[in-house]
């Protein structure tokens, strides 16, 4: 199977623009989930959606904002961006409807200048 | 809060040298711990899935193991292309999402 694939996989942005990232999941997974990563902070979750729902929401602004297509497609937007939004966007998919062991892609990196 | 530690934070080892990473937990109700591997500038590779303590799983050079309070990494004979950070997730409770480990930066020199 093929596995989970992330576009852009680098984008340079400026602040106050907004960005939208894609994940396509792996095959017959219905869970997506995205993560930030930073040195500073580790792997950081934003959210989660299942059957184009989202069931889960980490702490982060209401800049960030994501949704799933009926296909399990997924993307994630931020808009307004900051400086610190510079970090790598992981997305990962689950096959099990609670859960379970997560497959990433690998990842888009944005710089935000 | 669920939480998890892992230790130590980074880890140098000769090609050859066994040693173990750690990754501490307290949650209620463990679902399932994970382990991964994370290359630089890459996304986290899959590795094992413990459900309960006792359980044991290998893969290669790898050995992961389940106590009710903590899991350990045990790598045996290292090489150089065992160098990644390692990372940790814990599922517990009603949850449907893994808490992350800060993870483990591991160098094996040749």
């Known amino acids: 199977k093929a596995g989970v694939t992330q576009t852009p996989r680098y984008l340079i942005k400026t602040r106050g623009q907004q960005v939208t990232l894609s994940c396509s999941p792996i095959?017959?997974?219905?869970?997506v989930s995205w993560y930030q990563q930073t040195p500073g902070q580790g792997l950081q979750f934003l959210f989660e959606y299942f059957s184009e729902t989202q069931r889960n929401k980490g702490n982060f602004p209401g800049r960030f904002s994501g949704r799933q297509f009926s296909n399990s497609r997924s993307e994630m937007n931020v808009s307004t961006l900051e400086l610190g939004d510079s970090a790598l966007y992981l997305c990962?998919?689950?096959?099990?409807?609670?859960?379970?062991?997560?497959?990433f892609g690998p990842g888009t990196r944005l710089t935000v200048t | 809060e669920d939480q998890v530690t892992q230790s130590p934070e980074a880890l140098r080892l000769q090609e050859g040298e066994s040693s173990s990473l750690n990754c501490s937990y307290t949650v209620s109700g463990l679902r399932g711990l994970f382990w991964y591997r994370q290359d630089p500038g890459k996304g986290p590779e899959f590795l094992f899935t413990?459900?309960?303590a006792g359980e044991e799983k290998e893969k290669e050079r790898l050995k992961a193991t389940l106590t009710k309070k903590e899991s350990f990494l045990h790598i045996t004979a290292p090489k150089p292309e065992d160098s990644a950070t390692y990372l940790c997730?814990?599922?517990?409770?009603?949850?449907?999402?893994?808490?992350f480990g800060r993870g483990t930066s591991l160098i094996v020199h040749p």
């Open positions: 997730a814990v599922q517990a409770g009603g949850s449907y999402i893994p808490t």
């Open positions: 990962a998919s689950s096959a099990g409807i609670q859960g379970g062991e997560q497959y």
């Open positions: 413990l459900y309960s």
């Open positions: 095959s017959g997974h219905r869970s």
